[in-house]
């Protein structure tokens, strides 16, 4: 699907871009206007014509993503078009202006169409990279699922803490009402997520952890280890399992869940950017427009 924003149907609206270019290129070599090139010469009116109909058009696409009956060709086909002919946008504007710039809001009209371009190009690479690096972080396992793994240990964990001691249940029963995942979008990206807090719990666990690994120790050793940590003998295999379940098997997993809806948010970021100055854009268009006839 993201691969196919680029490719769709043999590149074909690559194709017409670069026809739509060509030709104004052309145009505007070959113009001799009586005036040095702007936006009030005969080829000015037709490109600036085109250029704001090429932006109304660009974002009716926010429309037609949304039109999920709509049989006007797929919602691929007029990304794809979306892109192409939004960077063919910036040819056509630039000739109609014939580079005149200044501080003026014709020029801030200009400048808001550039930062939606270039927002737009951000969005396609975010388009082509992100995916992948949310297959490479969870494979074909969905977030749904990831999320149903969690809960699943965290009752297992519920089990086994409740078994150790009343103490132990209510730590562990914290942890997982503080452990959160999600949020709002900058929240998600900026945000430093609460980690379980198993507080001297995970610390034993960790000691523990850290005895059997530097003396290789079998399970009478963990055994032992466990109760130089806890002090507890009977509840030493139920202590590992805990710390398998919440530090092996839990963390791993949010730290997927939390990987991917990271990814997931800088997908959207941009369109933050994107979408508002396109709006920007179009009332500046429309105040652009509205002046040049005004004092015409
Ligand atoms: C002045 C030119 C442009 C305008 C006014 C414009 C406007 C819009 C609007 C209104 C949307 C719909 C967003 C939504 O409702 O979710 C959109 C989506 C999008 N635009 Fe543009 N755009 C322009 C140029 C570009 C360019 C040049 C590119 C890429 C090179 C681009 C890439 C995209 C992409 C990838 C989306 C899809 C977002 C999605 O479906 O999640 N745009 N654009």
Redesign the pocket.
């Known amino acids: 699907m993201h691969q196919s ?1 680029l490719s769709y149907r043999g590149s074909r609206y690559l194709w017409w871009s670069l026809l739509l270019c060509l030709i104004a290129i052309v145009a505007y070599i070959v113009d001799e206007p009586n005036m040095p090139p702007n936006g009030g010469t005969v080829l000015g009116y037709i490109l600036g014509t085109l250029s704001a109909l ?2 109304v058009w ?6 037609r ?2 039109c999920y009956k709509s049989k006007m060709g797929t ?1 691929v086909g007029w ?1 794809s078009a ?3 002919l ?2 063919a ?2 040819i056509l504007a630039t000739l109609h202006t014939g580079f005149q710039f200044g501080m003026n809001v014709h020029t801030l009209a200009y400048v808001l ?1 550039i930062i ?2 270039v ?3 951000y ?2 690479f ?2 082509l990279h992100y995916p992948r690096l949310m297959t490479d972080n969870r494979g074909e396992v969905s977030p749904d699922s990831l999320m149903r793994q969690i809960q699943e240990i965290d009752r297992q964990a519920l089990v086994i803490a409740s078994e150790i001691s009343d103490e132990t249940h209510e730590r562990v029963l914290n942890s997982i009402r503080r452990s959160r995942v999600g949020g709002g979008v900058l929240k998600i990206i900026f945000g430093r997520h609460k980690k379980a807090n198993l507080e001297g719990l995970v610390q034993k666990a960790k000691v523990q952890q850290k005895i059997m690994k530097a003396k290789n120790v079998d399970s009478t050793m963990a055994f032992m280890a466990s109760r130089i940590t806890h002090g507890r003998e009977d509840t030493s295999e139920l202590l590992r399992q805990l710390t398998d379940l919440l530090i092996g098997q839990k963390e791993k997993l949010l730290a997927q869940l939390r990987r991917d809806l990271q990814y997931k948010a800088y ?2 970021l941009w ?1 933050y950017i ?2 508002p100055f ?2 920007a ?2 009332a500046a268009l429309i105040v652009h427009i509205f002046s040049v006839f005004f004092y015409w």
Do not use: A
């Open positions: 924003i090429l932006i660009l974002m009716w696409f926010g429309i993503k949304r919602v990304l979306h892109v192409f939004g960077l946008l910036v169409m939606v371009v927002s737009g190009i969005g396609v975010c388009y997908m959207d369109l994107h979408v396109s709006f854009l179009l």
